[in-house]
C-alpha cells in the first residue's frame, strides 16, 4: 500500500477513480483468500426448534441462531459450516468433538461441567401447557406424580431431573411432538419453551392446547463449546459483544423473535424508511473515502487492543496453572505426610545400622566357615543356636542374604517416597510403563494396604505399551484411589482389586481400581471430583485428591470415571490413550 500511494498522487485525476477502484479490489482479494484459508467451524444446532432453529422450505438452515451466527461469523472473519439434526445426536456430536459448536443451549450448572458456555445471547421462557378441559397447573412441582411430555435431554429434562421433581415422564423427540401430544390429551401435560411452542401450535394449527399461566422458569440461552475450547468461545463472545455494540444484533433479535407476525407496512413507514435508506447511501457516498484514510488507523488501534488482550489472557492462564502446580504439591505432601509420619523414625535409624553391619556379618561368616567346617570334620556334629551344626550350616548363610536383601527392599521403599515427594515439572513427559507406575504406587502404601485389608489383589496385564506422561503424577492418582478405597473398608475380610488392560481396537490403557467399602451415595456421586467436595472433613479430607487426580488425567487426554452401589463398593476406571492415537 505504501508503494502505490507515489503512484497514485502523480496520476491524473481522471484516472485516480479507477486507481482507487483497483486498489480496494486487490485489498479485498487478500482479505477474501486469508478468509477462506481458515479452518472451518463446524456449529450444530436442532433441526426443529422454530423460529430458533431450524430447516426452511427450501432445505437451508435457517432462523435467529443462524442468522446470529453468520453476524458473528462475518465480523469475526470465521469459516463456518451448520449441521442440523435431532437434539440428542448433536449434543453427543459437541461431546464426542465432532462438531465445533452448538449455536444454542440453555445454560445449567450440569451441563456446565461439561460444556463450556458464552455470555448468553436471550432468554428463553419456558410454560406448562394443557389440553382445554384439564387442571390447569402453574408451578413444575405441581407436575409431581402426573404425566408431562417434554424434549429429550432438553433443558427441562435435565431441570426436573436435578431437581428431582418427580413426574411420569413422557419423552418426545422434539417440542412439536411434545405439544402434539398434548393436543391429543396423551398426556394432557407438556413442558416447553413459550416461543417456540406458539410457533410450532400456528404451524400446526393446534387450538385445543394453551399455556397455563405465565413463564414457570426462564434460562439463560447461550452458545456452547466443547469444556476447555476457550480460543473459539472467546472468538463467539467477542462476536456477540460487536453486534450489541453496532445495534445489528437488536435487528437480528427483533426480526425473529421480538415479534412473530409480521405487520402491515404503512405509507408513512415506506416513506420514514425509504428516507433513512436514501440518506445512509448518500452519507456511505461521501464518506467512502473518509473511510479508506482511517481504516488503517482503526486496524492498528484494534490490533494493539487484541495484542493486549492476548497478553492479559496469557497471564491469567500462566498465574492459574502455577496456582494448580501448588494446589497439587500441596495435595501430595499431605499424602505423603500421611504416609511417612508413622514409619520414618523408625525405619531410617535401624535399616541404616542393618546396611552398614550386614557386610561385616557376611565377610566374617565366609572367613571363619573353614575353621568352623574343620572343627566339625574333626569331632563330629555339635549343637548350635539350639540346632546340630549339619541342620544349620547350610541355612545360616541364606538368611543372612534375606537380611540384606530386606533392608535393601526397606530401603528403596524409603527411595520411592523421596521421588514421589520430589516436585516435578509436568510439563516435561517421559515413557511411562503403566504396570511399573502401578507396582510403585502399591510399594509406597503397602503398610495402609495390610492394616486395611487381608484381600488385596493386582491383576496387571503384560505387553502394555508405555505412555506419555509423568510417572509421579500418574502415581499420585492411583496412590489417592487406594487410599481411598482403603478408608472405605469397614472390615479385614472386604478386598481391594487394581486391574491392567490394554484394548488394541480403541488404542487405550485402562487402569481399575475396585473396592468393597461402603459405597458413594448417589447424590454425592456427581461432585466427587470437584474441589474442596468431601465426607470426611471432620477426619481431615481436605476435598483436594480427586479433584486434582480428575486435572492430572485429564491432562493426559485421559478420562476418569466412577461408578458406586451404597453398602456393596465402589470403582474407579482410567483410561488413557496410547501416544499414536494422542497424536491422531
Same mark, same amino acid.
Given at each position: ?57 427450501? /432445505? ?16 469475526? /472473519? ?507
Amino acid at each position: 500500500m505504501a508503494l502505490l500511494k507515489p503512484l497514485y498522487s502523480k496520476c491524473k485525476s481522471s484516472i485516480k477513480p479507477l486507481l482507487f477502484t483497483a486498489i480496494a479490489a486487490f485489498m479485498l482479494l487478500n482479505t477474501c483468500i486469508a478468509w477462506t484459508a481458515e479452518k472451518e467451524i463446524v456449529v450444530g444446532g436442532n433441526v426443529n426448534y422454530p423460529p430458533y432453529e431450524f430447516i426452511d422450505k427450501d /432445505g437451508n438452515p435457517s432462523g435467529y441462531n443462524v442468522e446470529l451466527t453468520r453476524a458473528i461469523a462475518s465480523i469475526m /472473519g470465521m469459516k463456518v459450516r451448520f449441521e442440523l439434526g435431532k437434539w440428542e445426536e448433536i449434543r453427543k456430536k459437541l461431546e464426542d468433538g465432532e462438531i465445533d459448536a452448538l449455536q444454542g443451549m440453555s445454560w445449567s450448572k450440569g451441563r456446565s461441567r461439561v460444556v463450556d458456555f458464552s455470555i448468553p445471547h436471550t432468554m428463553i421462557n419456558h410454560s406448562i401447557y394443557t389440553m382445554d378441559g384439564a387442571i390447569p397447573i402453574r408451578a413444575l412441582r405441581g407436575l409431581a406424580g402426573k404425566e408431562v411430555a417434554f424434549h429429550a435431554r432438553g433443558f427441562i429434562h435435565n431441570y426436573l431431573t436435578e431437581q428431582k421433581i418427580a413426574v411420569i415422564p413422557v419423552l418426545t423427540s422434539t417440542p412439536a411432538v411434545a405439544i402434539n401430544r398434548t393436543s391429543s390429551g396423551r398426556p394432557p401435560y407438556s413442558v416447553v419453551a413459550s416461543l417456540p411452542a406458539t410457533y410450532l401450535m400456528k404451524e400446526m394449527n393446534i387450538t385445543n392446547v394453551k399455556a397455563t399461566g405465565k413463564s414457570v422458569i426462564s434460562v439463560k440461552y447461550c452458545y456452547a463449546v466443547k469444556k476447555g475450547n476457550t480460543d473459539l468461545l472467546a472468538r463467539l463472545n467477542e462476536g456477540l459483544a460487536i453486534l450489541k455494540q453496532t445495534g445489528q444484533y437488536k435487528k437480528i433479535h427483533d426480526k425473529w423473535i421480538g415479534v412473530l407476525e409480521p405487520r402491515d407496512i404503512t405509507w408513512k413507514q415506506i416513506i420514514k424508511y425509504g428516507s433513512i435508506v436514501i440518506g445512509i447511501f448518500i452519507a456511505v457516498l461521501a464518506g467512502i473515502l473518509l473511510w479508506s484514510w482511517t481504516l488503517k488507523k482503526q486496524v492498528s488501534i484494534r490490533t494493539a487492543a487484541l495484542e493486549e488482550e492476548v497478553k492479559e489472557r496469557k497471564k491469567t492462564v500462566k498465574e492459574l496453572k502455577l496456582k494448580q502446580k501448588q494446589l497439587i504439591q500441596a495435595d501430595r505432601m499431605a499424602t505423603l505426610g500421611i504416609l511417612v509420619s508413622g514409619v520414618a523414625h523408625e525405619i531410617n535409624n535401624p535399616n541404616g545400622l542393618i546396611l552398614l553391619n550386614m557386610p561385616l556379618i557376611l565377610d566374617y561368616f565366609n572367613d571363619t566357615q573353614h575353621i568352623v567346617e574343620e572343627y566339625y570334620r574333626e569331632n563330629g556334629d555339635f549343637p548350635v543356636a539350639g540346632l546340630r551344626f549339619s541342620k544349620l550350616q547350610p541355612r545360616i548363610k541364606p538368611k543372612l542374604i534375606d537380611i540384606k536383601e530386606s533392608a535393601i527392599r526397606i530401603k528403596r521403599i524409603v527411595e520411592d517416597l523421596k521421588d514421589f515427594s520430589r516436585k516435578d515439572d509436568s510439563e516435561i513427559e517421559y515413557n511411562v510403563d503403566i504396570n511399573t507406575a502401578v507396582s510403585a504406587a502399591i510399594r509406597l502404601v503397602d503398610s495402609t494396604i495390610k492394616k486395611s485389608t487381608s484381600s488385596f489383589e493386582t491383576e496387571l496385564c503384560p505387553d502394555i505399551p508405555l505412555l506419555k506422561g509423568n510417572p509421579q503424577r500418574i502415581e499420585q492418582v492411583i496412590i489417592n484411589l487406594i487410599i481411598n478405597s482403603c478408608q472405605a473398608l469397614k472390615s479385614m475380610d472386604k478386598g481391594i482389586k487394581i486391574k491392567t488392560e490394554f484394548s488394541q481396537d480403541l488404542m487405550e490403557v485402562t487402569v481399575t481400581v475396585s473396592d468393597e467399602g461402603e459405597g458413594i451415595s448417589s447424590e454425592n456421586l456427581h461432585y466427587i471430583t470437584d474441589p474442596f467436595f468431601t465426607t470426611k472433613r471432620s477426619e481431615g479430607g481436605t476435598g483436594l485428591g480427586l479433584y486434582m487426580s480428575a486435572g492430572i488425567i485429564k491432562d493426559l487426554h485421559g478420562t476418569i470415571d466412577f461408578t458406586s452401589v451404597p453398602g456393596e463398593g465402589t470403582t474407579a476406571v482410567i483410561k488413557l490413550p496410547v501416544p499414536a492415537r494422542r497424536e491422531q
